[in-house]
């Protein structure tokens, strides 16, 4: 009879533990990123036109920091668990703005910022189980 250890992760199963550890660097990453670009903004002559650019390429950044985690510990199918950690932090992201923006809706950016979580998932999926 084979011993198995507790903490080993079953390679290609979905494993919400990793997930979850790798949404929390993603998103710890895209804070402290838009820290540093409210105070760019706040004490330098840069105005505020920069805002909806910066928040889409931290956002991207975030989530394929997420998608590179997840990928380096899961080890197999990096595009596809870089695609649900992408969708995943892009959801988690609708619901912040559905519960704390009234008016909120869900329009062509939102499906725009879905499709734009999946694919850089993908690709920091992707470049994750490559990286070893």
Known sequence: MRNIKKNTVNLGYFNIRIY????????????I?????????????????????STSIIMIIGIVFSAMYCSVKLRSK????GGIVGLIFVLILIIISKAFISGYS???????????????GAIGGMLGVNIK
Request: aromatic residues 12%; glycine residues 14%.
């Open 33 to 53: 990123l838009f820290l540093l670009v409210a105070v760019l903004i706040t004490y330098s002559s840069v105005g505020e036109h920069i805002i909806p650019l």
């Open 106 to 120: 869900f329009d062509q950016i939102t499906l725009y910022k879905m499709i734009l979580g999946l694919g850089a």
């Open 20 to 31: 979850g550890r790798g949404l929390i660097r993603g998103y710890t990453v895209a804070l």
């Open 78 to 81: 990096g595009w596809l668990h």
